[in-house]
């Protein structure tokens, strides 16, 4: 309740003032001459039009202008918006690129890129650009400023190099993106990064403290006139596949796929958004990565697939990390999609509208029937960057009877969720925060099926102060969604402070206390975990952070403290150790970059667990990009268990002949599971946002070398406006 009232008290903070870069203006006009993209500012149009320049530094330090300068503009004409930036160099000096692949890591490339804000609502936008080697980057804002780089469309863009500077230069068509008609104010900030310099820079000022991406402080990007409609805006994207897949492990024999689908995307306005499916496959999405699993609930793996990506946030940050209605994984997994359906995008300035239908096919080995799945999202503005959400979660088995067939697994008939949340954001981001409230209902589990949560959180340059609760009852159930642990009453504080040194190596350092606490439903105290973290960051942009903690855990069901199967802990027994580790990640200027963490201490029944990970790489720029990640754990129990040790080892290689043309070899030896896991996999765009995927999948045994199971897949997508 106090965190409520928290919420409640904040309030005035979001009213006040107008938007906190409003005075940062770029005057955008239509095009006085054709413009090609090809990285050369010589056209009249670019001569004629207005720059932004006089970019201020973001890191290391915000008090000051940027050193390295960058100069940006914009034009458009009947079909597309056109982008020029000048990334301009200290001194002649070669790039820092991973690669040519596509949605590069940020903080490992030299790189300009740049965040629309089409409804000026600071909320949601895209952001685009491009490393110094020409690798694109593109993807959709959500909740202010992250960032989903899972999402692809249709654009092009060039980076020349010259000895002094680098130019990136593109076009980007209306109707790739989503915008309201008639809105002649849109929110704009670019955002450059010289990692031989080691300095962060945009156009508008940014506090250190948040990402260049927060659309809090974006400037405006001023329209001469309200920009064009996209017109007619539908696109057909089928596939044709064709593969072999064997079951070594089963002795089964070779099975032949041949199969065609579509999506198709029709902009029913230029804010608003139909996407349709029908008999979709993602055999081309990258694999997870794995992990060595000791924990005692449910891991989460992010969404890949390209169908549920455009406007996800709508559907996917509904709740908390570990309390979401909807999870759009649990959409075929396993089981093949019929078709689907899904609406989405801004209604207006205030409303934006979520809303999916998606239908999986029975299987008759075990059972399981056809299903339905409906979701219904709501989201309504209030203040200057906060809103209230609605959401209604329906999934529902399809002319099922559980009593016909006794030898099958029992699936339910139904579950509905249903639930309203406030999110705060203040003007200028220092308060953020949430309050929600969520029902289930299922056969049977409709008392005790409630949840409510509430945080509320503090940001400025030196203090970082969270507070949060949550509630889950005993028989909340969400079958198309994530949470992994019911029945438990949590309470988390967070506190951080930063010094800054005026001189020296080191850019900043402090210490971070947090502390959980779990309570069951009658309150009785079941767990906590409570860790001091003292961080270092250094002027070279590597950081170094060492942390000790202590844990109590009363199990409440039987555990297996190595997930291997030998034995477990009962229920009800109690357990709390001391452990302490360390965080390192080296600069990023070099070819030859690393990071490790450890961890040593207490375990379950009185036992030792050493932790040890690292992750090296290696780049010959701008072609090749290896990196190995490994973990090794020690875990010392009583018997039956005894000593136990995990090895976890995913060697990389990225191959980008070009920005369009990648290969990614993929290997992952899991200790834990006895599994080796080999992908291969081949992308072509020969066309914008078209592909040829070729996709070799192996799986062996650890000991004795012995294969499991093995696929080959080969898959065409066109992209076909219509």
Known sequence: MRILLLLAFSL???LLGQKKNSSYQLPIRQATSPITIDGVLDEPAWISSAAADSFFMVLPMDTSHARVKTEVRMAYDARNIYIIAVCHLLKPAPFMVESLRRDFTFGKNDNFIFFMDPFDDQTNGFTFGANAAGAQWDGTLYSGGSADLSWDNRWTSVVKNYPDKWIFEAAIPFKSIRYKKGITNWGINFSRLDINVAEKSSWTPVPRQFPTAS?????????????????PNISLIPYALGGVSKDYDNRKSSVLRKEIGADAKIALTSSLNLDLTVNPDFSQVEVDKQVTNLDRFELFFPERRQFFLENADLFANFGYATIRPFFSRRIGLGVPINYGARLSGSINKNWRIGAMYMQTKAVDATGLPAQDFSVLALQRRVFARSNIRFMLVNKESLHYDPSKDSTKPTYSQYNRNFGVEYNLASRNNAFTGKAMVLKSLSPGKNSGSLVHAANLQYTNKVWTVLGQYEYVGKNYNAEAGYVPRNGYFKMNTQVGYLFFPKQGKVLSHGPILNSTWFFNNKFYHTDNETFLLYKWNFRDQSVFGAWVAHDYVELLK????????KDTLGAGTQHSWKAWGTDYFSKPQRLL???????????????????????????????????????????????????????????????????????????????????????????????PASDFFLVYTDNYYTAPLFIRTRALVLKFTYWWNM
């Open 215 to 231: 659309l809090a402080y974006t400037g405006t990007l001023v329209w001469d006139a309200p920009p064009p409609q996209a017109g």
């Open 12 to 14: 005035p903070f979001v």
């Open 593 to 687: 970059t690393y990071s490790f963490n450890t961890r040593y201490g207490g375990y379950y029944a009185n036992g030792k667990r050493l932790n040890i990970t690292a992750d090296i790489g290696y780049r010959f720029q701008p072609y090749v990009n290896i990196t190995l990640s490994t973990s090794y754990n020690y875990i010392d129990l009583p018997k039956p268990w005894n000593v136990t040790n995990f090895w976890l080892v995913g060697p990389r290689i990225d191959v980008t002949f070009t920005n369009k043309f990648f290969l990614t070899t993929f290997v992952q030896y899991n200790d834990q599971q006895k599994n080796i896991n080999l992908n291969a996999r081949v992308q072509w765009r020969y066309k």
């Open 558 to 565: 039987p555990f297996d403290p190595t997930n291997s199967g």
